[in-house]
């Protein structure tokens, strides 16, 4: 195994386990499945309604949405999933895993062109826009492009559809380092193993180490919309509780903090 791939199997690796709490599958307590980039407003969340109401906090198990979304499959317990993407809440769905009349659109986001804190790179993120240059402007960078797995994680293939309609991904699909979730993917421009890389604009305000270089246009790839039900079976009575509080302008500010667009309108105060 080369030197990049070893670095990018430890980062990988760390961002699960940073993101995993141990016990997150266990039968007691609430659990809910939720996107990788949902951690930092998600942790907050749960700690406030926690202290509220005086109940356990829930256990929050954080991955790509595609892991997720397989993990339920094989039967993982869960009370409640949030998707980064409708296609991935809409396979789960097929799958009658979830209590369709409990789904609703939570969140949208953004995604953005990110490097290192210290960087000099500036990017103009537009049609025809040469990414592949702006990868090979800092030496000793290896000119890799981090994302999220392209194919199945929801901040892979918002990346890739953007660079496609741009006119930039031929240029730059050899080069990029593809991450099982998107914190894995920031993770890696944040210790410089990668000069540039693409995640959620949520992400980038979370990670002191690294800055924003670009936005991407919000018609270059699908809305970004962050969907939430309650699973078929929660074996929680606290799931519908909690699933509500999400929905509540209790929970927006920490949802808004973070960068999120709130997109439920009729948020209430319980």
């Known amino acids: 195994?080369?030197?990049?791939?070893?670095?990018?199997?430890?980062?990988?690796?760390?961002?699960?386990?940073?993101?995993?709490?141990?016990?997150a599958w266990a039968q007691d307590g609430m659990v809910i499945f939720a996107a990788a980039s949902l951690k930092n407003a998600l942790d907050e969340i749960a700690s406030a309604?926690?202290?509220?109401?005086?109940?356990?906090?829930?256990?929050l198990s954080y991955a790509a949405s595609s892991a997720l979304a397989k993990q339920m499959e094989q039967g993982a317990p869960a009370d409640m999933f949030i998707s980064a993407d409708l296609d991935w809440m809409d396979h789960v769905?097929?799958?009658?895993?979830?209590?369709?009349?409990?789904?609703?659109n939570l969140l949208g986001n953004k995604i953005v062109l990110i490097a290192p804190r210290d960087s000099k790179t500036t990017v103009a993120v537009k049609q025809g826009f040469d990414l592949a240059k702006a990868l090979n402007s800092e030496k000793g960078a290896g000119g890799k492009l981090a994302m999220a797995n392209v194919d199945a994680v929801p901040a892979g293939k918002y990346g890739k559809s953007a660079l496609e309609k741009l006119g930039a991904?031929?240029?730059?699909k050899g080069s990029v380092a593809q991450a099982e979730n998107v914190r894995a993917a920031l993770l890696l421009v944040a210790r410089g193993e990668a000069p540039l890389g693409i995640?959620?604009?949520?992400?980038?305000?979370?990670?002191?180490?690294?800055?924003?270089?670009?936005?991407?246009?919000?018609?270059?790839?699908?809305?970004?919309?962050?969907?939430?039900?309650?699973?078929?079976?929660?074996?929680?009575?606290?799931?519908?509780?909690?699933?509500?509080?999400?929905?509540?302008?209790?929970?927006?500010?920490?949802?808004?903090?973070?960068?999120?667009?709130?997109?439920?309108?009729?948020?209430?105060?319980?």
Request: proline share 9%; aromatic share 10%.
């Open 199 to 270: 995640v959620y604009a949520t992400d980038a305000a979370a990670e002191p180490n690294v800055k924003i270089v670009g936005e991407f246009p919000g018609d270059s790839h699908p809305p970004i919309i962050y969907p939430a039900a309650l699973t078929k079976a929660p074996k929680s009575p606290d799931a519908k509780a909690f699933l509500d509080y999400l929905k509540s302008s209790k929970a927006r500010p920490a949802f808004e903090k973070q960068g999120f667009t709130v997109l439920v309108k009729s948020a209430s105060s319980t």
């Open 169 to 172: 991904w031929d240029g730059v």
């Open 1 to 23: 195994m080369g030197l990049w791939m070893k670095r990018r199997a430890w980062l990988g690796l760390a961002a699960a386990i940073a993101m995993a709490p141990a016990g």
């Open 49 to 59: 309604w926690s202290k509220e109401t005086g109940k356990p906090a829930p256990r």
């Open 93 to 104: 769905e097929k799958k009658d895993l979830i209590q369709k009349d409990t789904r609703f």
